[in-house]
């Protein structure tokens, strides 16, 4: 509970509505282990033109 209290407590936008989500029957207060799998699925880079894609866009959110 302690990773993801403090997942949702840094995240805002997209990111928040995805650890927000990341709850299951046996952990109704947050899975910490699906928040990380559910990020890594939305933002891990898959070449260099996606990389500065993501950068920009984290940049213009920041």
Excluded: H
């Excluded at 403090?6 to 990111?15: A, E, F």
């Excluded at 990020?39 to 920009?56: C, D, F, G, P, R």
């Amino acid at each position: 509970m302690y990773a993801y209290s403090n997942l949702i407590l840094s995240c805002k936008g997209v990111p928040f509505s995805i650890v927000n989500g990341a709850k299951t029957d046996a952990l109704p207060n947050g899975d910490a282990k699906l928040v990380w799998k559910a990020l890594k699925e939305k933002y891990q880079v898959e070449n260099a033109a996606t990389k500065i894609e993501l950068k920009n866009s984290f940049l213009k959110r920041s």
